[in-house]
T-cell receptor
C-alpha cells in the first residue's frame, strides 16, 4: 500500500492566521482526500483533491476556508485559513482504496489559540 | 439517526479476555464494510474488511448482518497491544471515491495486565 508523509505533525497557531499542511505520497494517485477529526468525533471528509482540476468540497466546507492544491499526482496541500479556536482538530490526508485499504497520513494536530 | 453508530466505550478488559464491539449503519444501500484501528495520536489503519460470510484473522473475527444492518468485531485472548480505538467504516459504494465513506466515532478498548 501507499506510504504518505504528512507535515507538520502538529502546530499551535494564533487565531486569524493560516496554516498549510502538506502530504507527499510515494506513488502516483488519482485522488487524494482531506479529513478532519475533531476531539471525540469521527473522521469527516473535507474535500477530494484531483490533479489538474478544482477540489470537490463536502457539505459544510468551502474553498475560501480550506483551499487545496494538487500540483501533481504525488502531492497535495490543505490550507486552513483565518483560523479560529473551532478549527482546532486533527487534519489527515488519505489515498485509496488500495491493497491495504484506505491509507492515511500521520495527521496534523492543530491547536488555535 | 446517525449513519454509523458505535458504543464509544471505553471497554476496560483484562489480558486474555474476549471482547466484542458492535456497529450499526443506517443506509441499507451500503456496500462495503471495514474495521480500522486508531492508536492514540496516530492515524487510522486498516484492521480488516468485513464480508457477508464473516471472516477471521487470527484472534479477530468480523461479522456482517445485512438484514439487521449490523457489524461486529470479536477479539479473543486480548493483548495489551490491542489497546486502541476501533473505528467502524462503511462505504456506500464498492471501491472508488472516499466521498462515500462514513466513519463511526470509534470504540475505545483498554486492555489491562
Amino acid at each position: 500500500s501507499a506510504v504518505i508523509s504528512q507535515k507538520p505533525s502538529r502546530d499551535i497557531c494564533q487565531r486569524g492566521t493560516s496554516l498549510t499542511i502538506q502530504c507527499q505520497v510515494d506513488s502516483q494517485v488519482t485522488m487524494m482526500f482531506w479529513y478532519r477529526q475533531q476531539p471525540g468525533q469521527s473522521l469527516t471528509l473535507i474535500a477530494t483533491a484531483n490533479q489538474g482540476s478544482e477540489a470537490t468540497y463536502e457539505s459544510g466546507f468551502v474553498i475560501d476556508k480550506f483551499p487545496i492544491s494538487r500540483p501533481n499526482l504525488t502531492f497535495s496541500t490543505l490550507t486552513v485559513s483565518n483560523m479560529s479556536p473551532e478549527d482546532s482538530s486533527i487534519y489527515l490526508c488519505s489515498v485509496g482504496p488500495g491493497s491495504g485499504g484506505y491509507t492515511f497520513g500521520s495527521g496534523t494536530r492543530l491547536t488555535v489559540v | 439517526r446517525k449513519e454509523v453508530e458505535q458504543d464509544p466505550g471505553p471497554f476496560n478488559v483484562p489480558e486474555g479476555a474476549t471482547v466484542a464491539f458492535n456497529c450499526t449503519y443506517s443506509n441499507s444501500a451500503s456496500q462495503s464494510f471495514f474495521w480500522y484501528r486508531q492508536d492514540c495520536r496516530k492515524e487510522p489503519k486498516l484492521l480488516m474488511s468485513v464480508y457477508s460470510s464473516g471472516n477471521e484473522d487470527g484472534r479477530f473475527t468480523a461479522q456482517l448482518n445485512r438484514a439487521s444492518q449490523y457489524i461486529s468485531l470479536l477479539i479473543r485472548d486480548s493483548k495489551l497491544s490491542d489497546s486502541a480505538t476501533y473505528l467502524c467504516v462503511v462505504n456506500m459504494l464498492n471501491g472508488g471515491s472516499q466521498g462515500n465513506l462514513i466513519f463511526g466515532k470509534g470504540t475505545k478498548l483498554s486492555v489491562k495486565p
